[in-house]
């Protein structure tokens, strides 16, 4: 019986200190991602240009991703990462104030090579989940 506990104690302490770290570095991680974005948009000769990280603070759970937003402009883009064949792709969403999705971009160049291949299905899936009519 104490061994078990013992046990327990231990991985019990193991998740409290990396979910501790997953949101002291938030912040850290959001700015890497900006950064990384903004150089792939530049690179793409995109005119978009990711200004700072928005916390939502919303109560639904949604996606796992980062809302920034946007210089020039009233839209948001929502960073994300969604599976094509067991390979995590990141993506951006642009979001006009409505809500509604205006545009989903690959943001690497394993996503541009695999983005058409995502089923349509699967993009409206998280369209839907980003513009909040599904949970």
Known sequence: MRDKALFFGWVTGLLLL????WILTTP???????RSANYVLTSNGDSRYLLAHIKDKSTKAGLLG???????????MFIFGAFQ???L???????AQTGEVREILPLSAHAVQVFGDLPDSIVK?????????TQ
């Open 18 to 21: 990396i979910s501790l770290l």
């Open 28 to 34: 850290l991680q959001a700015s890497y991602l900006m």
């Open 66 to 76: 980062y809302w920034f937003s946007i210089q020039y402009s009233d839209d948001k």
């Open 85 to 87: 064949d067991g390979v």
């Open 89 to 95: 792709i990141p993506l951006g969403a642009v979001v």
């Open 125 to 133: 899936m998280y369209t839907d989940r980003i513009e909040g009519k």
